[in-house]
């Protein structure tokens, strides 16, 4: 048995169809699901390998990328959105089957430093100033605000605190959130608008601070069976699974909070 994780990069504003080799088995599957899931989704391709021995073929992207992909006729069985709205539009697409639609986890948005000395000062607890700690030079690693959920997101909470338009021509915009992340690791940004799980994946970043939950919707990963798919029994049982105790205890490992009753 193999679980074949695959990352897909695809440029920014573009809508290359990405054709995957389609699974080797009847029942095997390919999973669309969001950059931000990547650390969880390998884990839990692994364990349902295990406990079935169907492989998974995992894309890593955008919510946005993977959404038009979907749209576009690409081979997936399941997809996993990083919010309601891309998942919404492909219910109105027509592209996936609205009773499987189930929402698997939540999270955090955090701002993460590059410098450790960051995280003593908690910069929108104490409501510092962002450009400020920016520097002359530095921008803010951000996911694309108008498209990418993690950057709708980021916008939709500095706009609340007040913070967008001071920060709008300081942006550093990355086609996903993971990438984001790499530019603050990497040295090249200062700061980034991240989920609290992408912080506490990479050891190279600090979180400086917690943007407030009432200051944007809450954070939802709902997932779905593809309309196409061409193994939808399977697709089926795997988004059911995904909320189930299991699964829900490999999310919480890689600290994704649960949807709470009623939510």
């Known amino acids: 048995m193999r679980t074949r994780h695959t990352v897909i990069p695809i440029l920014r504003a573009s809508l290359i169809l990405v054709w995957l080799a389609l699974p080797a088995k009847a029942d095997d599957l390919t999973v669309f699901a969001a950059a931000s899931l990547g650390d969880a989704m390998n884990a839990l391709a692994t364990l349902w390998t295990k406990e079935t021995g169907q492989d ?13 992909q979907v749209d576009a006729g690409a081979p997936a069985d399941v997809m996993v959105s990083a919010n309601d709205a891309w998942m919404d539009w492909l219910v109105e697409q027509g592209r996936v089957e609205v009773e ?14 590059y410098d450790p000395a960051a995280a003593s000062r908690d910069i929108i607890t104490a409501q510092t100033d962002i450009v400020g700690e920016l520097g002359a030079e530095g921008r803010l690693a951000i996911a694309l605000p108008e498209a990418v959920p993690a950057g709708i997101y980021a916008k939709t909470a500095l706009t609340h605190l007040g913070l967008w338009d001071g920060l709008s021509a300081r942006l550093a915009p990355t086609d996903n959130v993971r990438a984001a992340l790499a530019l603050v690791a990497l040295g090249e940004a200062p700061l980034g608008v991240v989920y609290a799980t992408d912080a506490q994946s990479d050891r190279r970043v600090v979180i400086a601070g917690v943007l407030p939950d009432d200051s944007h919707p809450q954070i939802r990963y709902p997932a779905a069976v593809v309309s196409d798919s061409r193994n939808a ?3 089926t049982r795997f988004v059911a699974w995904l909320a189930d105790e299991a699964a829900q205890e490999i999310f919480a490992r890689f600290g994704f909070l649960p949807i709470g009753p009623g939510e």
Do not use: E, H, K, Q
Request: hydrophobic content about 55%.
């Open 56 to 68: 998974i073929t995992l894309v890593l992207a955008g919510s946005s990328t993977l959404a038009r």
């Open 100 to 113: 499987s639609r189930v929402d698997v986890a939540s999270n955090r948005l955090v701002i993460v430093a």
């Open 233 to 235: 029994p399977a697709a």
